[in-house]
């Protein structure tokens, strides 16, 4: 009688910690976008008037695929967009104004037995979040 509960609490347990891992995962990629834009945008962007929005192609199959190229999310975490935005901050730096990028990814998580809830009516229960990560521009 008890092992059905056992079972689907082991069942939970096991795809929540799935969830939480490719979450994690997901922080780790934007990271690495970050990283990677602060490194290939030209140091003196600020000045010369350039952007970063050509390199959201790029940014999207970073955070997509994770920086060892391969695809970790279980399905029910989707990554909706990718944006990249640039800040020129004035002050004593050594280069003023400093560059500085931000990337943020727009992920949708359904939860792993979202059909459990729809045995009562209820709709797939789903949470939007962002995630966004800073790096000053050291350029090329």
């Known amino acids: 009688m008890m092992l059905p509960i056992m079972i689907l609490l082991f069942a939970v347990t096991i795809e929540g910690g799935r969830m939480f891992w490719s979450y994690q995962a997901a922080i780790s990629?934007?990271?690495?976008a970050a990283r990677y834009l602060a490194r290939v945008?030209?140091?003196?962007?600020?000045?010369?008037?350039?952007?970063?929005?050509?390199?959201?192609?790029?940014?999207?199959?970073?955070?997509?695929?994770?920086?060892?190229g391969y695809g970790?999310?279980?399905?029910?975490?989707?990554?909706?967009?990718?944006?990249?935005?640039?800040t020129c901050?004035?002050?004593?730096?050594?280069?003023?104004?400093?560059?500085?990028?931000?990337?943020?990814?727009?992920?949708?998580i359904?939860?792993?037995?979202?059909?459990?809830?729809?045995?009562?009516?209820t709709a797939r229960p789903t949470i939007t979040t962002e995630i966004s990560d800073q790096s000053k521009v050291f350029g090329t």
Do not use: H, K
């Open 110 to 121: 359904t939860f792993p037995f979202a059909d459990v809830f729809t045995f009562n009516g």
């Open 89 to 108: 901050t004035s002050g004593n730096y050594r280069v003023s104004p400093a560059p500085v990028v931000e990337v943020t990814a727009s992920l949708t």
């Open 29 to 32: 990629d934007v990271r690495d």
């Open 72 to 86: 970790i999310f279980p399905a029910g975490l989707a990554v909706t967009g990718v944006t990249a935005t640039l």
């Open 41 to 68: 945008a030209p140091g003196d962007i600020c000045t010369s008037g350039g952007s970063v929005a050509g390199y959201t192609s790029d940014l999207e199959n970073i955070v997509r695929t994770g920086a060892s």
